[in-house]
C-alpha cells in the first residue's frame, strides 16, 4: 500500500482498479469485493465495495444491486459515452437515499471505511458511493453523569448523526447550521460544528473552525483530543470547553450564540467558548422554579472555597495560628492531636489521597458496588484510622466536608480541577500558613485574570462588570425566565432575545 498513490484516478479498466484495491485491502478479509454483471442486452461488469458490518446490506440489496441486475437495459454497450453509461446507472437504477460521484482512489478508500458502499462500472474514470452506513448503537439512555430530578431522560450516544438529530429535534430552525471536517490522519474521525446562523460570533467561529483545521494528529478516539488541541491554553488545569451528554444542554448553549461541536464515536460533545459561570450552572436550574434555583446555584458557590480551601485552613490554622480558634476549640484540638503521630499537613494529605483512592476505586467497578464500596470503606478507614490514633476527628470531618462540596459542583472536569489545586493549597499552607494560602490565592486569580476561553476572559462576567454587567443577573442567582430577554454580551452576538 505504500507504494500505491491514494492520489490516482480511478481507471477505465474495472480490472486495474480492483487489482489496485486489493493491493490496499490486503489482508482485510472484512473488506468485500462483489462482482456484478448487468444490463440485459450485454453484459455490463461492475465491481460492489464494502465493509462487512459497517453497512446495511439488505438496503444496498433491495435498492441498489436488485435494480440494477433487473432493470438496466442499455440496447448498445459499445457506442455509449461513459457519462450517459453512468448517468444511466445513477439516474434510473439506483434507489438508494444519498448517491455521490467519486474520482479519485483516495475517496474510494474514505468512503469504504466510513460505512459507505462504492460502486465501480467498467469504462467509467469515475465511482459511485452508495449510502449505507448502518453499524451497531447504544440505545439513547439518560446520562450517568448528568442526571437530574427534572428535565429530559435522553442523551447523545457514539453516534454523531444521532446527536445532530437530538440537537435538532429541539432546534427546528433553518438558522441552525451543521459544518462537517474529518481529523485524524488514520482515524479519519467525523467532526460537526454547530451553530444558529444568526446568532453566533463570527469571530469564535472561525477561530474554531481554524484550530480544529489546523489539527494533525493520527487519530481523535474521544472529543477529549478534540478540546485539547483547540484550547487556548493547554497547561491551564481549568478546562476551556465545556462538555455535556444532554441535549438540552446544548440546545440552549447555541441559543445563547456559543458554538457546538459534536465528535463522531463519543457521547460527549464540546461546548466554546467556557467561562468559569458556565461550570457552575446545571440545566436543572432552568427547569425548576426560580427561587429554589437560586438557592441551590448559591449553595454552589459557597461549597466553591469550601472545596479548594477547607483542609488547607484546617492545616494552616492547626500548625501555625491555633489562635484563631475559640479556646474551647483550641484546647480540643490540642487534646486529641496529643497522641497523633503525624503532623496536621500529612493528616490531611493522607485522608485526601485515601478519598481519591475510595472515588477512583468506585468508578471502577460496577455501579451497585461501587457506591457500597464508596459509602463503606470511607466510613470503615475513616473509623479505624480515628480509634487508632493516626489521625484526629476533626480532620475526618473536614475532609469528608470537602468531599460533599465537591459533588456540588455540576461539570466534573471543573471538580476535577479544584480538587488539584486542593493539594496545592495544602503543601502552601503547610510551609507558610495562612500567608502560603493568600500567595496562592493571589496566584490563582492573576492566573484566571489572563486565561480566556476562544478570546473570552475565564471570568467574564466578573472582571469587566461595568462593560458586561447585565450577566451578573445569570451567575450566583437565576433571574426569571421572563427576564432573560437578552443574550449574554461577551459573546456579542446579532440577535438579543433569549430562550433558555
Known sequence: MDNIDLTQNIHEDLKKNEQVLRTIFKNADDIIFRKIEAGKSQKLKMLLL????????????????????????????????????????????????????????????????????????????????????????????????????????????????????????RLKDPKLKVKYAQVGNRSKTDIAIMYLEDVVNKTVLETVVERINNINI????????IEEMIEDDSYSPFPQLENTERPDAAASALLEGRVVIAVDNTPSVLIAPAILVSFMQSSEDYYERWMPSCITRMIRYLALPIVMLLPALYVAVTQYHPNLLPTQLALYVAASRANVPFPPYFEALLM????????????????????????????????????????????VIVVALTAIASFTIPSYNFSTTLRMIRFGFIILASTLGLFGIS??????????????????????????????????????????????????????????????
Open 218 to 225: 493520527d487519530a481523535v478516539l474521544e472529543s477529549s483530543y
Open 50 to 169: 464494502y465493509v462487512d458490518g459497517m453497512t446495511t446490506k439488505e438496503a444496498i440489496s433491495d435498492y441498489a444491486i436488485e435494480t440494477i441486475l433487473s432493470g438496466l437495459d442499455i440496447s448498445n454497450l459499445q457506442n455509449i459515452s461513459e457519462t450517459k453509461l453512468q448517468d444511466t446507472v445513477v439516474k434510473s437504477n439506483i434507489a438508494t437515499s444519498e448517491v455521490q460521484i467519486i474520482t479519485t482512489i483516495q475517496e474510494i478508500v474514505d468512503k469504504i471505511l466510513s460505512g459507505e458502499t462504492v460502486l465501480l462500472i467498467d469504462r467509467c474514470k469515475k465511482g459511485i458511493m452508495l449510502s449505507s452506513r448502518g453499524w451497531p448503537m447504544r440505545g439513547i439512555q439518560e446520562p450517568s453523569a448528568e442526571t437530574l430530578i427534572r428535565g429530559a431522560r435522553d442523551g447523545f450516544n457514539e453516534t454523531m448523526k444521532v446527536n445532530i438529530t437530538l440537537i435538532r429535534r
Open 352 to 395: 485526601e489521597l485515601v478519598i481519591e483512592l475510595v472515588r477512583e476505586a468506585s468508578l471502577r467497578i460496577t455501579s451497585p458496588v461501587g457506591s457500597t464500596i464508596g459509602l463503606v470503606g470511607g466510613l470503615v478507614i475513616g473509623q479505624s484510622s480515628v480509634e487508632a490514633g493516626l489521625i484526629t476527628p476533626i480532620a
Open 439 to 500: 500567595l496562592g490565592l493571589s496566584f490563582l486569580i492573576i492566573h484566571l485574570c489572563t486565561l480566556k476561553s476562544f478570546g473570552v476572559p475565564y471570568l467574564t462576567p466578573f472582571i469587566s462588570f461595568v462593560e458586561h454587567r447585565r450577566d451578573l443577573k445569570d451567575t450566583v442567582i437565576r433571574p426569571k425566565i421572563k427576564t432573560m430577554v437578552r443574550k449574554p454580551q461577551y459573546l456579542h452576538v446579532e440577535k438579543e432575545r433569549k430562550n433558555v
